[in-house]
């Protein structure tokens, strides 16, 4: 079965950057697309970013050009390197497959303010 286990969140200023991971297990992990998925109390989980297996990436309108997602598949690991971010970016990620399955990790924390 394949588990996610999300990191890298915290409390940054506008126009700060972080880089968040997630670590999968479980067989077939790498032979999938992965995404990060961000959600805010009261609100839809909405998909951030995508990358296929063999490294195609997809972004939200909302984050073009300022997201990065990225895999290291011999490390079963995916990344987001978040720049420029607005206070608008603060919400739980976490990482799931494309299509979703039902397993989520307790996803990590990223808040923007001054």
């Known amino acids: 079965q394949v588990q996610f286990v999300e990191s890298g969140g915290g409390l940054v200023q506008p126009g700060g950057s972080l880089r968040l991971s997630c670590a999968g297990s479980g067989s077939g992990f790498i032979s999938y697309m992965v995404a990060w998925y961000r959600q805010v109390p009261g609100k839809q989980r909405e998909l951030v970013a995508r990358?296929?297996?063999?490294?195609?990436?997809n972004y939200a309108d909302s984050v073009k050009g300022r997201f990065t997602i990225s895999r290291d598949n011999a490390k079963k690991t995916v990344y987001l390197q978040m720049n420029t971010l607005k206070p608008e970016d603060t919400a739980v990620y976490y990482c799931n497959l494309v299509p979703t399955i039902d397993y989520w990790g307790q996803g990590t924390q990223v808040t923007v303010s001054s």
């Open positions: 990358i296929s297996r063999g490294g195609t990436t």
